[in-house]
């Protein structure tokens, strides 16, 4: 599913960003241009960003 229509940006694409090592709307925004142009996509990158991190941190956990 799309997040930030301006810059064709997916859950995915934000997935394998904190695979990556991003941890903070700032690098995501740095990273992908996320919620730089007309910024309607803030709140579902932030909620996105956060489930990302979630199942992130679970998973190095079980590792
Ligand atoms: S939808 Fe993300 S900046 Fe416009």
Redesign the pocket.
Known sequence: MF?????G?TEEDIETAVGQGVNSMQQLREQLN?????????QF?KSTLAMASERYDLATQLT
């Open positions: 997040v930030c229509i301006c810059h940006i996320v919620a730089n142009q007309c910024g309607r996509c803030m990158a």
